[in-house]
């Protein structure tokens, strides 16, 4: 009875070893087919904007303050569609890139659900996330003087923190992406949000939207970047 027992043991054994077993239990997960904001995240974000999106070199999108002013449908289509002529590449498979429409939406709620902060600005209200009119070039320069020029040098090129002018610099990033910088700030470079530039005088919209038109007017014209010693090539 024992050896009949354990003949039916080894028997059992054999068959949760089969090979048709184990090709189902170690099936390749198609790239397409991932679910999981952990591994989408870390496969397709973290390079640029840091393991917990607060990354010092780009906006951070776990910045709750850039959460408050960016809604879904935002992040969204940044992922999507990316930032044409930035180093933030499409990722929609709408855009030619490689993520499901699925895949998107599961960036968008995780980043919510994991660094969204409803209630972190208490009552402050922070400016709009895109500009609703065009800018005051001259005007922007007085503001970039009152809230900016202690850290970035009264031109701009430099003081306790870097050159905010430079031309290489200009010519990678976008208008929308000063104009959310300057309203969420660097928080992994010490860099403050809208309110903390001048102690007691957060930055109107319009001081936002003005002090980027002028940062833009400082930015060369392709013909001109492609010549420039220090421009992109």
Not at 96 to 110: A, K, P
Not at 174 to 192: F, W
């Given at each position: 009875?024992?050896?009949y ?13 089969s ?5 189902a ?21 973290s ?36 930032r ?38 208490g ?32 031109d ?29 700030g ?30 833009a ?7 001109a ?9």
């Amino acid at each position: 009875m024992m050896k009949y027992g354990a003949l039916i043991l080894v028997a059992g054994l054999a068959a949760c070893g089969s090979p048709g077993r184990r090709a189902a239990e170690t099936r390749v997960i198609r790239p397409n087919e991932v679910t999981d904001f952990r591994v989408l995240y870390k496969q397709n974000c973290s390079g640029c904007h840091g393991i917990d999106g607060q990354e010092a070199l780009t906006v951070a999108i776990g910045n709750p303050v850039y959460l408050a002013i960016a809604d879904d449908a935002t992040i969204r289509r940044v992922i999507e569609q990316g930032r044409p002529g930035t180093a933030m590449p499409a990722f929609g498979q709408t855009a030619g890139g490689l993520l499901t429409d699925t895949q998107v939406d599961v960036l968008v709620r995780g980043m919510r659900e994991r660094w969204a902060r409803p209630g972190a600005l208490g009552s402050d209200k922070p400016p709009a996330y895109a500009a609703s009119q065009p800018g005051d070039t001259a005007r922007g320069h007085n503001v970039f003087t009152t809230f900016c020029s202690s850290c970035h040098g009264s031109d701009g090129r430099g003081g306790r923190a870097g050159s905010i002018v430079d031309t290489s610099y200009l010519a990678l990033v976008s208008d929308q992406h000063l104009r959310t910088l300057t309203i969420t700030g660097m928080p992994a470079l010490g860099a403050p949000d809208w309110r903390g530039n001048v102690p007691g005088k957060p930055m109107s919209d319009a001081d936002v939207t003005d002090v980027v038109a002028w940062l833009a007017a400082q930015r060369l014209p392709l013909s001109a970047q492609l010549n420039h010693p220090g421009g992109s090539e």
